[in-house]
């Protein structure tokens, strides 16, 4: 007794290579496949670029957030003081920020002095935020003391200032020149307050990623900030920076116990929650219209296969007459809708890989053909489109595209498995 072939065996697999050649009398069948392929291509290209893309957004807005500021900054809730004026200064701050240091995990804390104040040089102002922190904690801050194309030396903060490359730009300096800061609260005298006004040289000038602070940020050393804000004795925040910033939250516990007073927590996910929040909204509604996309593409295989069932009816009625199951039919013909599957796959995976790898020289061009100016730093934060390949990126757009053209292709090869071969060979 003849024993049954297992599924997929060799000849089921000819026969579908076969009926992949289509000859030019069938011509359409073989258009449609051409036309499944490049769809399929393209959707799975489109998909994988857009989640590295989305990839690379998150993972440079995050670097950049963790590389020039803190992970978690403790202020005071603040206490009416003898004039019935809110203050929220931090008295104990060198105490506090020592216990904060010995929570585990915690790699820095520093107080930090905030203001803001107009800066000046040569006719030219420009509004900067001024964080007053000492040598040592500036040295820690990856965005500015390792700062790509920074200029100056770093070792010389406490002669003078550091500002953000965009600052300096609007001001037109470089390391070594003076700029001034003027702040409105300065001295007290029984006429009222006068402005604050003082000169500094620019050691530093650094470059952390992102617009917004690059173009506002200045830094100055911490005793000199007390006496130009007149905060003398008292700090405005304690600067935290932890080993893991992406578990921030298991660390506010601990932080508010070794800080022992009246503080609040204000973490990097607190200041830039919203647009994290975007960002994954963002990518779900993306992720959903490239499936959409991907299916379609993946109905071309159907329409295909349909031409291919009604073409090789004959074929099939020959087949069942010779002895082959419904299932080596169906077989044949889910190979034939798989095959283009896979192969429109493993292009758009290429080209998407491609696309993601050599993504600045591609925008480059783009930016030379459309005649400059089509990444506005100012609006996007960032100096350049990001883009990040990650394999789970990619995994997941393999799966969608192979899942959906193999469950299309099941409905055209079930009908021509059962397609009955005496209707079939009535009429040749």
Same mark, same amino acid.
């Given at each position: ?11 089921? +697999? ?19 496949? +051409? ?19 989305? /990839? ?77 922190? /000492? ?130 927590? +204000? ?46 009816g004959r074929d099939i009625g020959i087949l069942r007459t ?31 890989c491609l696309f993601a790898s050599y993504i600045d020289p ?19 934060g960032i100096y350049a489109l990001p883009a990040e390949l ?39």
């Amino acid at each position: 007794m003849a024993s049954t072939p297992p599924p997929f065996a060799r000849f089921e +697999w000819m026969i579908a290579w076969r009926y992949l050649r289509a000859r030019r009398a069938e011509g359409g069948v073989s258009v449609m496949t +051409w036309i499944s392929l490049i769809g399929i291509t393209l959707a799975v290209f489109a998909l994988i670029a857009t989640l590295a893309v989305r /990839s690379g957004f998150r993972s440079e807005f995050v670097g950049t957030i963790l590389g020039a500021n803190a992970h978690v900054t403790l202020y005071s809730h603040g206490a009416l003081n003898a004039a019935g004026q809110m203050e929220r200064s931090i008295t104990d701050f060198d105490a506090m920020a020592a216990r904060v240091a010995t929570v585990p995990g915690v790699i820095r804390a520093a107080p930090l002095i905030k203001g803001q104040v107009m800066a000046n040089a040569r006719q030219r102002n420009a509004g900067v935020e001024v964080f007053g922190i /000492s040598k040592p904690g500036i040295l820690t801050i990856p965005g500015v003391a390792q700062s790509d194309g920074a200029m100056g030396d770093l070792d010389r903060f406490e002669d003078g200032v550091a500002i953000g490359s965009g600052v300096a730009r609007e001001l037109g300096v470089s390391p070594g020149d003076r700029i001034k800061l003027i702040s409105p609260n300065g001295v007290k005298t029984p006429f009222g307050t006068s402005p604050r006004v003082k000169a500094y040289e620019v050691v530093y000038i650094f470059t952390a990623g992102r617009y917004d602070i690059d173009r506002t940020r200045l830094y100055m050393p911490f005793a000199e900030a007390q006496s130009f804000f007149n905060r003398e004795g008292v700090a405005d925040e304690i600067e935290v920076m932890i080993t893991d910033p992406e578990a921030v939250d298991l660390k506010i516990l601990p932080l508010l116990r070794a800080a022992d007073g009246a503080v609040g927590v +204000w973490t990097w996910r607190d200041a830039s929650g919203g647009f994290l929040r975007a960002l994954e909204v963002e990518d779900n509604v993306m992720f959903i219209i490239l499936s959409i996309l991907v299916l379609i593409a993946t109905m071309n295989i159907v329409s295909g296969l349909i031409m291919l069932v009604k073409n090789k009816g004959r074929d099939i009625g020959i087949l069942r007459t010779i002895g082959l199951s419904e299932g080596s039919v169906m077989r044949v013909f889910f190979i034939c809708g798989a095959f283009t599957g896979v192969l429109g796959t493993l292009f758009g995976v290429i080209l998407g890989c491609l696309f993601a790898s050599y993504i600045d020289p591609i925008f480059s061009f783009v930016n030379f053909v459309m005649g400059g100016g089509v990444w506005d730093p100012s609006i996007r934060g960032i100096y350049a489109l990001p883009a990040e390949l990650n394999l789970p990126d990619v995994l997941s757009a393999v799966g969608l595209s192979l899942g959906l053209s193999f469950v299309v292709t099941i409905f055209p090869a079930r009908r021509a498995a059962r397609l009955n071969p005496v209707e079939a060979l009535r009429y040749e």
